[in-house]
């Protein structure tokens, strides 16, 4: 088990690696001059210059690389060019706020995707099941931003039941529409995952087993059934560690939630190559670990996977 | 039991949201993206220029509601005859807000701190006039040796050359004064922990979350600033901001209002009293690049003019702006009223391509920003063009893309919307030499059109040389005349003069929303609470 874990870490470590290197092209392919974006309209072109000098952009390609390679090992991610400040102070105020949007999304997620799977599973071909699985469509395909400005103006505005958007103190109240938003996608989707793997495992014959010998019908299901079923729906949730990292920076932006997502954006908009670079390490980074996260509860819900 | 607990959560935090908002006396505003920075040397957006402004003072100063210049950390100043030395007295017994006196010694450190090439200041360009600037930031001098301090409460500036628009720079947010105390004490992180002489001081920023400023109860000018506390909330996005305005947990809102909602307001009587429009000193515009193909013909230039019906490239932005129809906007000295420029007229303009031997039309490319509406004016002015047979083909890219095409010179065409130029002051200098001037047509300069006409320039020259205040009317007229002779060598297609409308809520008035083109989006040292809820 441990060499696995190790063998996963360094892979993930390749991983991220890659993703840093095809970034750091990307940023110097674009054809803007970070130095003009900073220097300002009235800048002379030797302004231009002189401050591209000191960022270090006239030195070549695998020089910079070479060099933010370098500062990463140390542990620094740069200075931002547009907030004139560390990158790594900037990464520690925006990462706790998605993290709670992250961990309060796949709460929700799982809140109410797993029992509409459940219901649906076992009462599977009923007026409820399809109200559910229409229920799930509708999720999946609705982008996370309707969503979210949907709740906004319902309970938000017409209703003033949570606040308009912003982050208070961080208080959870700002957190369930937001949540609510990245959730409900992903809910729709859990809850037709877990329908059909639930739907399997029901006609295994070990389930029939337990039938025969008299268990009951909720035992069948929660003991027997759930947790065999769950597996495809933990997989899920590890790779949506990933997947939100995409979402919630529409969503932060709907709901002016000062997050990983917001850093980016605003860094995107005036080409903050520092900062992109710093966003993009640390999505890559919850990428890797949410996959092998996922791997390793594996072996603790079914005993039969073993990594060796 | 995961589910009770999960509605006992949210019932908490219903309760919590109830609470959140009692009545309150400070002012709040929003915006969308958080603020970069708070230096005076750096800051140049459109969300932080006036935040400074609120925080630093400069020698000069506009009078409240007006262009007019006025003195503000100095008390009187004296131009010499030949308009190179500037003499200022300063202002006695101020102090910057973390206690330190401020003296003549402050101004000469503040200058050569935003000139040095370390603080990589965008403001640089403005003030290379000074005698010695030039010598400084190439590092062949310690220090700038035009300006110089003659007693704590005097400094002289020395020019290079006559400038009139001198005392405007002086006015503007770079050559604000910092504390040399504080300066060496946050070194780099300054932009974060500011302290100036202004109206207020900075309480609380958490970044990306909010800023929050107080009055400073020793200020200069004992009438401002009129409020206790503006706190400004960041990531606030426009639409939501906008409904929270309605519910009165917003003051004011410093995106302005969403364009999705903008007919619904202007239509509805009780919403549209709590708008101030005012027009901005700012042409929005299609560069037409005078050294390539067909561009290079005056003929077509003009043509192309007059193949735009602005009425209808409004119509894209609700309109919010009046039609352009010369290169300076009609609030800037020296708009010339009685110059038409090119109605629309499809049929001439045919004509005249025709005469240039383009009876067919041509093909171009017309760069915007990817930024809505850009690319709508974009399909406009394309639509439009194609009716005289020039066909053109749009390349919407990201803001900085685009200004880096138009400034490498590689753009045929390029609609400025989103990126265009708002007066740094309000003077028509500011409108020729960084955007139509020789000296700008360079790579990386602003002069989009690479439009350079060396007798105008000479002109311009001999206006700017006119610096005493007695020769003001004369030295207007003269660019005037400049700016009317260029609008008819139609290097631009002038397309519209922007307005900017700022919301509140009906307790918010004062003088502080007259912007005047210099405040963005108001004067937080003059906007004040009039009434009630």
């Not at chain 1, 990428?287 to 039969?304: Q, S």
């Not at chain 2, 004296?78 to 200022?88: A, K, M, P, Q, V």
């Not at chain 2, 007695?470 to 519209?496: E, G, M, N, V, Y």
């Amino acid at each position: 088990m441990t060499g696995y874990v190790l063998r996963r870490l360094l892979q993930g470590l390749g991983a991220i690696l890659g993703v840093i290197t095809v970034t750091f092209i990307l940023t110097y392919i674009v054809p803007v001059n970070p130095a003009q974006m900073i220097a300002g309209p009235s800048a002379t072109p030797e302004v231009v210059a002189r401050i591209g000098h000191q960022l270090g952009l006239d030195q070549p390609l695998p020089v910079r690389y070479v060099h933010y390679l370098w500062n990463l090992v140390h542990f620094d991610l740069g200075r931002s060019y547009a907030q004139r400040t560390e990158v790594s102070a900037l990464v520690a105020t925006h990462l706790p706020v998605t993290l709670k949007l992250m961990l309060t999304g796949i709460a929700c997620e799982l809140l109410i995707g797993i029992p509409i799977g459940i219901l649906s599973s076992v009462a599977q071909g009923s007026w409820w099941d399809r109200g559910f699985t229409l229920f799930a469509f509708v999720g999946v395909s609705t982008p996370q931003f309707v969503v979210g400005l949907v709740l906004l103006y319902l309970f938000a505005y017409l209703v003033p039941w949570f606040p308009l958007g912003g982050y208070g103190n961080g208080a959870l109240d700002h957190y369930v529409l937001p949540a609510l938003s990245v959730g409900f996608a992903g809910a729709g989707w859990y809850a037709r995952v877990l329908r059909s793997s639930l739907v399997d495992v029901l006609r295994q014959d070990y389930v029939r087993t337990a039938r025969a010998k008299g268990v009951r019908p909720r035992s069948q299901v929660f003991r027997h059934g759930l947790r065999n079923a769950m597996l495809p729906v933990i997989a899920l949730v590890g790779l949506d560690l990933g997947v939100f990292m995409g979402g919630v920076i529409v969503v932060e932006q709907v709901f002016a939630l000062p997050g990983l997502g917001q850093m980016m954006w605003q860094a995107i908009q005036v080409l903050d190559i520092p900062v992109i670079m710093g966003g993009v390490l640390m999505t890559s980074i919850f990428v890797v670990v949410g996959n092998l996260l996922a791997d390793m509860i594996y072996p603790l819900l079914d005993p039969r996977i073993q990594y060796h | 039991m995961k589910l009770r607990m999960w509605l006992l959560a949210l019932a908490i935090a219903l309760a919590s949201a109830g609470a959140a908002f009692a009545a309150n006396s400070k002012v709040v505003l929003t915006f969308q993206n958080d603020i970069s920075t708070l230096d005076p040397a750096i800051g140049y957006n459109w969300d932080n220029w006036s935040m400074i402004q609120a925080i630093f003072d400069g020698l000069m100063t506009y009078k409240p509601g007006t262009t007019e210049l006025e003195p503000a950390l100095a008390t009187s100043y004296d131009i010499s005859s030949d308009g190179l030395t500037y003499t200022f007295t300063l202002r006695q017994g101020v102090t910057f807000t973390d206690g330190e006196p401020f003296n003549a010694q402050d101004v000469k450190y503040s200058f050569e701190r935003m000139l040095n090439p370390a603080t990589q200041s965008p403001g640089v360009g403005f003030y290379t006039g000074i005698e010695g600037a030039q010598a400084f930031i190439d590092g062949k001098a310690q220090g700038v040796s035009g300006i110089e301090v003659l007693s704590p409460t005097q400094v002289r500036f020395t020019l290079t050359a006559p400038d009139a628009t001198f005392l405007n720079k002086l006015a503007l947010n770079f050559s604000f004064v910092v504390p040399p105390k504080a300066v060496e004490k946050w070194g780099k992180d300054f932009g974060h922990h500011p302290v100036g002489t202004g109206g207020f001081s900075m309480k609380e920023w958490v970044p990306g979350q909010r800023l929050v400023l107080v009055k400073n109860p020793d200020y200069f000018v004992p009438s401002e600033p009129k409020v206790d506390e503006i706190e400004f909330q960041f990531g606030v996005d426009p639409n939501v901001a906008f409904l929270r305005l309605q519910r009165g947990e917003v003051d004011i809102l410093g995106d302005g209002i969403p364009s999705s909602q903008f007919a619904k307001v202007m239509s509805d009587p009780k919403l549209k009293q709590l708008v101030v429009s005012s027009d901005q000193i700012e042409t929005s515009f299609v560069s037409l690049n005078t050294t390539m193909k067909p561009f290079d013909d005056v003929g077509v230039r003009q043509a192309l003019n007059m193949a735009i019906d602005r009425s209808q490239v409004l119509r894209v932005i609700n309109n919010r702006a009046g039609a352009a129809d010369q290169i300076l906007p009609p609030t800037m000295p020296g708009y010339n009223p009685d110059f038409k420029g090119f109605p629309y007229d499809p049929a001439k303009a045919k004509q005249m391509l025709a005469d240039a031997g383009y009876p067919n039309g041509f093909s171009s490319t017309l760069y915007t920003s990817n930024v809505d509406p850009n690319p709508r004016i974009a399909q406009v002015v394309q639509q439009q063009l194609a009716q005289i047979g020039v066909k053109l083909d749009i390349r919407s890219l990201s803001p900085s893309a685009v200004i880096d095409a138009a400034g490498q010179g590689k753009a045929p065409m390029v609609w400025s919307g989103g990126m265009a130029w708002l007066d740094d002051y309000p003077d028509p200098n500011d409108f020729w030499w960084p955007i139509l001037g020789c000296d700008s047509a360079v790579p990386g300069g602003w002069n989009w059109a690479r439009y350079c006409n060396k007798e105008l320039d000479a002109q311009g020259q001999k206006a700017d040389a006119m610096v005493q205040p007695s020769q003001r009317d004369a030295r207007i007229a003269l660019w005037k005349d400049i700016f009317t002779k260029a609008s008819q060598d139609a290097p631009w297609i002038p397309l519209f003069n922007e307005r900017s409308y700022v919301m509140h809520t009906p307790r918010m008035g004062g003088i502080g929303f007259k912007v005047a083109g210099i405040y963005t989006p108001v004067n937080y040292k003059e906007i004040e609470i009039v009434g009630g809820q």
